[in-house]
């Protein structure tokens, strides 16, 4: 099994930063993509940025210029730095990883998910 453990959400004013990260643990043999999803009240779930063991980068429209995903291979860890933040980015901001077993087939697995709230 493999787990995918967030941390870094909190409450911030507008125009604040935060910083997420998730770290995979388990069996794990390689991950290739990487990245953070979130999910505001009566919304649905939406990518917000994703990255690749090649390090390719892919963001949502609306936080070009503002998050930055970034990736310790090693560390099987993502980061997301979120600058210049909005009371529109308020949702749940959960992980996701494609990952490679040690056995059996690659698969999709989430993390429980941390709040981000942006309020003055």
């Known amino acids: 099994q493999v787990q995918l453990v967030e941390s870094g959400g909190g409450l911030v004013q507008p125009g604040g930063s935060l910083r997420l990260s998730c770290a995979a643990s388990g069996s794990i043999f390689s991950i290739n993509a990487m990245g953070w999803y979130r999910q505001a009240p009566g919304k649905e779930r939406e990518l917000v940025a994703v990255?690749?063991?090649?390090?390719?980068?892919n963001y949502a429209d609306f936080v070009k210029g503002r998050f930055t995903i970034s990736r310790d291979n090693a560390k099987n860890t993502v980061y997301l730095q979120m600058n210049s933040l909005k009371p529109e980015d308020t949702a749940v901001y959960y992980c996701?990883?494609?990952?490679?077993?040690?056995?059996?087939?690659?698969?999709?697995?989430w993390g429980q998910g941390t709040q981000v709230t942006v309020s003055s």
């Open positions: 990255t690749t063991s090649g390090g390719r980068t």
């Open positions: 996701n990883a494609y990952v490679y077993p040690l056995a059996g087939t690659a698969y999709d697995v």
